[in-house]
Structure formats: structure tokens, C-alpha cells
């Protein structure tokens, strides 16, 4: 890549849990490198202007995965991560928030372009096949931030 375009930018990104613990995640590849193969990741995505990190988070929910939902709760920390995607390298400072509902089934009706030419779909995972598995899953110390979300939704407040 020559001089690719640097993209800086804050990041939501949402741990849903169903009430058996099991985490949905998002897959997707990089379509402009087939090659790099294909990864495992929460739903969330960039905060607009104006925007706070908890109303992005409740709208990238809505729109990768179609569950609209009045509120989420934050979990401490903040991760920041700079990786190739799209031709691009993007620079991103993330926060995390969880929440715990039903099953359900992915609505992609209200994904984007970029998310329709990268995304796969999805699949609830129980926290035993996301300590074992061997495909990429990001960020790579999401089985811990899984288990804080665990022990904060189950924490009385």
C-alpha cells in the first residue's frame, strides 16, 4: 500500500449477551484484501458528529444487527487499535458497552454499502467455543471483556 488514506476516528462497539452468556459477533473480511481471510468481532461502529459513545452504540446495534434498544451499559476502558481495511489504515480509540436480550435473528436491512460488501453474517457463540476456537477473533482479548460484561450484567448495581 502507498501512502494509504489514514482514517482517525472514536469507536463504539457493543457485547450483546443472550441470557446463556452466549456473545453474538459479526463476520466479515477485508474486501480489498481476500487474502487476510476473515474474522470474528462485536457490532458497533464510528460515533458521528455530535454523537456520544452510548447513542453510537445503540445505533450501530440497530443498524448491523436491527435490535433497537432503549440503553446499554458501559464497561471500563478504553482500547485503541490501528489495522488495514479497505485500502485504508484506520486508527480507532473504542469503548465498549454490553447488554443482555432474547436470541434472535440477524435484520441486515440496515446495513451499509461498505458493511454489505464486508460483512458475512453472524452467530451466537457460547463463551467455551470462543475460549477454543481457532479463527481470528478481534480484538484478540475479547473473551476477557466478554467475561466483564458477564460479571456486569450480573453484578446488582
Known amino acids: ?48 458528529p455530535g454523537e456520544s459513545f452510548e447513542l453510537a452504540a445503540l445505533r450501530e446495534l440497530q443498524e448491523e444487527t436491527g435490535l433497537c434498544v432503549a440503553a446499554v451499559i458501559p464497561l471500563e476502558g478504553e482500547r485503541t487499535a490501528v489495522f488495514d481495511f479497505d485500502g485504508r489504515v484506520w486508527e480507532q480509540r473504542e469503548r465498549y458497552f454490553t447488554i443482555r436480550v432474547r436470541s434472535f435473528s440477524l435484520d441486515a436491512s440496515g446495513w451499509t454499502e ?12 457460547p463463551l467455551d467455543d470462543l475460549a477454543s476456537t481457532s479463527e481470528q477473533i478481534f480484538p484478540a482479548t475479547l473473551l476477557d471483556l466478554v467475561r466483564s460484561a458477564v460479571a456486569a450484567l450480573t453484578t446488582p448495581t
Not at 443472550?18 to 480489498?32: E, K, T
Not at 461498505?114 to 457463540?125: H, N, T
Open 1 to 48: 500500500m502507498t501512502n494509504p488514506e489514514r482514517v482517525i476516528r472514536d469507536v463504539s462497539r457493543v457485547i450483546v449477551l443472550d441470557p446463556d452468556d452466549n456473545v453474538l459477533l459479526l463476520h466479515g473480511f477485508d474486501p480489498a484484501d481476500a487474502a487476510a481471510g476473515s474474522w470474528w468481532f462485536t457490532p458497533g461502529g464510528g460515533v458521528e
Open 114 to 125: 461498505g458493511e454489505r460488501r464486508s460483512l458475512l453474517g453472524a452467530r451466537w457463540w
